[in-house]
C-alpha cells in the first residue's frame, strides 16, 4: 500500500466503519483530556501528548471523511467557515 488513502481504506475495511466511527470518538475524547492537562500543567510531555492525540484525531477524521464520503464538502465548509471568522474579526465583531 503506497498511499495514505489506500492505507485508510484498509483500516476502514479491516476494522468496520461503526466501529472507526466510535474509535474516531474515542480519540476526540483523549485529545481533549490532553489539552486540558497541557492547559493545567505546561510540559514537554503534554506537549507531545496534545501533538500525539492531534495525530490520532487527524488519522479518525480522514477516516470519517471517507465514510462519510464528504471530502470536498468538508473543505467547502471549512473555507466559508475560516472566512466568516475572518470578516467577522474584520468587521469588529
Avoid at 20 to 45: C, F, G, P, T
Avoid at 61 to 86: G, H, P, V
Amino acid at each position: 500500500m503506497a498511499d495514505r488513502e489506500s492505507k485508510l481504506l484498509f483500516l476502514i475495511n479491516h476494522y468496520g466503519a461503526l466501529n472507526q466511527k466510535l474509535i474516531a470518538i474515542e480519540e476526540m475524547a483523549e485529545l481533549q483530556k490532553a489539552i486540558v492537562k497541557h492547559i493545567r500543567q505546561e510540559s514537554e510531555e503534554n506537549i507531545n501528548s496534545v501533538i500525539e492525540e492531534i495525530a490520532d484525531v487527524q488519522v479518525m477524521l480522514e477516516q470519517l471523511k471517507m465514510i462519510f464520503s464528504c471530502r470536498s464538502k468538508t473543505d467547502e465548509i471549512m473555507d466559508a467557515k475560516i472566512d466568516r471568522q475572518i470578516k467577522r474579526i474584520m468587521d469588529g465583531s
